[in-house]
Structures are given as structure tokens and as C-alpha cells.
């Protein structure tokens, strides 16, 4: 069983920065990727950024250059730096673990955080 426990977010002003970080807990292995995805009202959840377990990184192309995210292997957590918000960041953001390698399993399974809200006042 794998937990995924998110913080950060809150209410920002525009133009203002806030930070996220999930972290991972249970009989992980390893991790393939780690991601941030957000998701609206009526909106499908779109992919914000995420970084493989090798460092490369991808991002969308609407926070390019504004949101940087990491992550920290030992301690199975990713991290989003969010600078220059603007409104239309509003979202509930949610961390993905994908690929999650169980120790003493031969699988690969993907886990969701619980969703954190991100509102960006104009």
C-alpha cells in the first residue's frame, strides 16, 4: 500500500509564488516518474509538469519558464516551485507517482495524491 500525502497551495495573489510537495510512503522501491497535473471545474486534468527518475523533465507549455518542478529520491517526494501565478493557474493540482515498484512485487502501479487547491486572485 502506497500513500501520497500533497502540501503547499493556497491562495495567492497574481504575479505572487507558492510551492507543492507530495510525498510518497509505503513498501516503494522505486519510482519512474513523478508528475503535477491540475484539473478545473468541467475540465479535464491536464498534465502541469513531471520528471523522470533520470532528471528529464517536461513540461506544459503554458507554465514553461514560470513553474519548476524536482524531486528528492530518497524521500519519495516532488516538489512544484510556482512563480509568477497568474489567475488562469487556478486549479486543484494533484501529484502522480508513476511506475511505483513495490518492494517484493513484480509490478508497476500508478498512485494519485488527494488534490490540493491553487487560487490565484487577478
Known amino acids: 500500500q502506497v500513500q501520497l500525502v500533497e502540501s503547499g497551495g493556497g491562495l495567492v495573489q497574481a504575479g505572487g509564488s507558492l510551492s507543492l510537495s507530495c510525498a510518497a510512503s509505503g513498501r516503494i522501491f522505486s519510482i519512474d516518474a513523478m508528475g503535477w497535473y491540475r484539473q478545473g471545474p468541467g475540465k479535464q486534468r491536464e498534465l502541469v509538469a513531471v520528471v523522470t527518475d533520470s532528471g528529464g523533465t517536461n513540461y506544459a507549455d503554458s507554465v514553461k519558464g514560470r513553474f519548476t518542478i524536482s524531486r528528492d529520491n530518497a524521500k519519495n517526494t516532488v516538489y512544484l516551485q510556482m512563480n509568477s501565478l497568474k489567475p488562469e493557474d487556478t486549479d486543484v493540482y494533484y501529484c502522480?507517482?508513476?511506475?511505483?515498484?513495490?518492494?517484493?512485487?513484480?509490478?508497476?502501479?500508478?498512485?494519485w495524491g488527494q488534490g490540493t487547491q491553487v487560487t490565484v486572485s487577478s
Open positions: 502522480n507517482m508513476g511506475g511505483v515498484r513495490l518492494l517484493r512485487d513484480g509490478g508497476r502501479y500508478d498512485y
